[in-house]
């Protein structure tokens, strides 16, 4: 594992924005997993006051260079001016489900390409058989 592995924490207003940037995390290939605990207590002192609220929260597992690019589209998405996002190292774990973290956030931008390409070049063949039955239409004319 080159840059080794990360469990990441945040927290959510609700269990809907738990899930909205769980589902964008793992779709574009920055984190292999994310599991949503819907319902927690947090109390924390914020802006001169002790809050005690509600909220949900994300762990996300991941790859450690992938960590910046997490926390910055987590802020993207957050409702929160500062939200959570804190990481910790995993250095142990099942061999196979770590390989696996690994190979699907490594592979993930591959294949987004590689359906990005498929996608471009069936509309090019789409495109060139319409142009195609344009001027065979034109030449019976």
Avoid at 20 to 30: D, F, N, Q, T, Y
Avoid at 111 to 124: E, H
Avoid at 131 to 136: C, T, Y
């Amino acid at each position: 594992m080159a840059g080794g592995l990360v469990i990441i924490f945040v927290t959510a207003a609700s269990e809907q924005e738990a899930t909205s940037i769980s589902r964008a995390l793992v779709e574009e290939g920055l984190a292999a997993c994310a599991n949503i605990i819907p319902q927690i207590r947090s109390i924390y002192r914020w802006e001169g006051k002790i809050w005690d609220e509600r909220e949900a929260l994300i762990i996300i597992k991941s790859r450690e260079d992938l960590f910046e690019r997490i926390r910055s589209r987590v802020k993207e998405l957050h409702s929160y001016e500062v939200p959570e996002i804190t990481a910790v190292k995993l250095d142990r774990g099942d061999s196979a489900y770590m390989q696996w973290i690994e190979s699907v956030t490594t592979t993930k931008r591959r294949l987004t390409m590689g359906s990005v390409i498929k996608k471009r070049r069936k509309k090019m063949r789409k495109h060139k058989h319409k142009k195609q039955l344009a001027r065979d239409r034109h030449k019976r004319k």
